[in-house]
């Protein structure tokens, strides 16, 4: 079964420090993954995506993420958070239609 | 270019009252979507349309209806609306379905007492 598991659903850090979001995927074939991010009250904004090459993808805002096939994982990252990145992320699956995970809730520590 | 925008941001319902949620979009996109968006369950697709004239189920179709009226428009609309469907809406568009990144509404925030 196709499927975006997010563990984490909280995650406070400092302003500062680095982030990594967790997000596992299952799926048969070569994975198109995404990481969207939202802001308060407002729509969801693509931070970056993966589709083939470099496992390793930067993407808006500072951030990056690492495709682990071995893993099923493609986890998010940032090495310094601002307050500004508090919000809700979002990692999603696309197949012949995507598949969101439950989402992060991101909160930053003056 | 206002990208994709929906109609209204706010709406308060009494249990059976009918609305449309109105969204269109300006990028010629092929592939448009609706969701909903409640607490601690992410996104969950209701209909989308892969391509102008058709429209298919998505996760959570029960009590919406849509209609794709033309390339830029898609409409949702609850016909007898019930407490359970209380949640944010998004429409979303993109090039094509499925792999391709979607672009999203604002929003709207639907209240059903």
């Known amino acids: 079964a196709q499927s975006v598991t997010q563990p984490d659903i909280h995650i406070t850090v400092s302003e500062g420090a680095s982030l990594e979001l967790r997000c596992n995927y299952s799926y048969g074939a070569t994975p198109y993954l995404f990481w969207y991010v939202q802001s308060p009250g407002q729509g969801l904004q693509l931070l970056l995506k993966y589709f083939s090459g470099d496992t390793l993808v930067q993407g808006i805002k500072g951030f990056e993420a690492e495709f682990k096939r071995s893993q099923s994982s493609f986890n998010l990252r940032k090495p310094s958070v601002h307050w500004s990145d508090a919000a809700e992320y979002f990692c999603?699956?696309?197949?012949?239609?995507?598949?969101f995970g439950t989402g992060t809730r991101l909160k930053v520590l003056a | 270019n206002a990208g994709v925008t929906q109609t209204p941001k706010f709406q308060v319902l009494k249990t059976g009252q009918s609305m449309t949620l109105q969204c269109a979009q300006d990028?010629?996109?092929?592939?448009m979507y609706w969701y909903r968006q409640d607490p601690g369950m992410g996104l969950r697709l209701i209909y989308y349309?892969?391509?102008?004239?058709?429209?298919d189920k998505g996760e959570v179709p029960n009590g919406y209806n849509v209609s794709r009226l033309n390339k830029r428009e898609f409409s949702l609309r609850l016909e007898s609306a019930a407490p359970s469907q209380t949640s944010v809406y998004f429409c979303?568009?993109?090039?094509?379905?499925?792999?391709?990144?979607?672009?999203f509404g604002p929003g709207t925030r639907l209240t059903v007492t």
């Open positions: 999603a699956l696309g197949t012949y239609k995507y598949i």
């Open positions: 990028m010629n996109h092929n592939s």
């Open positions: 979303a568009s993109s090039e094509n379905e499925g792999r391709n990144e979607q672009y």
């Open positions: 349309s892969a391509s102008e004239g058709t429209t």
